[in-house]
Structures are given as C-alpha cells and as structure tokens.
C-alpha cells in the first residue's frame, strides 16, 4: 500500500449515512470514505451474516466489537475477536465472512 497525496484529515464515521449489502443471510452495513485508491471502511455484519460471494480483493481488518468467522476457500476458518486483525493481498487468498453474534469492523483496502 502507497499512501499518495492525502493531508490530514478526521473522519465521524457516525456522520456518514451507511449503505446496506445483503448477505447469503444478515445484512451488512458500510461507512465508506474514499482517499484516491484508498478505500476505509467502518462495517457492521449484523447476527448471522454469511457474506454472499467469495472475496479476493486485499484488505487489512480490525475487528472492532463482536466476533468474524473468515474461511478461506481451501477451507482454513479463522476467528477474530475485538482487537485482532488480518491482512491479505489482493488475489492471494479467496475468502469470506461470517459472523454468529454479529461483528463491527474497521478495514482498509
């Protein structure tokens, strides 16, 4: 990741109106701010959220509240809870997010 041209700034995420994403089952709900190429998000999966596709963009993650389930396609499940994070590269490993009790997330890809 290469940070270009970008000044200071603060983002109030409770300022910005969230966007709704169905799941394969729950809903997720985006605050997103875009800086260029950069794309931050503040993300909420509600209880029970399967997301509806497997993902192979990069991201860096940090689990904020709640609990993420991230399979990987070879089927590898890793569990986050509030505090820890992951990264991924672009194409480099499909996946995707589950959550029983629901999850609040900060990413940033």
């Given at each position: 990741?290469?940070?270009?041209?970008?000044?200071?700034?603060?983002?109030d995420w409770e300022s910005?109106?969230?966007?709704?994403?169905?799941?394969?089952?729950?809903?997720?709900y985006w605050r997103t701010q875009q800086f260029g190429t950069l794309r931050v998000r503040m993300v909420e999966y509600t209880a029970g959220y399967?997301?509806?596709h497997w993902c192979h963009k990069g991201h860096i993650l940090l689990c904020l509240s709640g609990e993420l389930h991230t399979e990987l396609e070879d089927g590898r499940v890793f569990v986050l809870k509030p505090g820890m994070s992951y990264q991924v590269a672009d194409q480099a490993e499909a996946h995707r997010s589950s959550t029983a009790i629901g999850a609040r997330l900060f990413i940033v890809d």
């Open positions: 990741m290469e940070i270009n041209n970008l000044p200071f700034g603060v983002t910005i109106e969230p966007t709704e994403h169905q799941g394969d089952s729950g809903m997720a399967l997301a509806d």
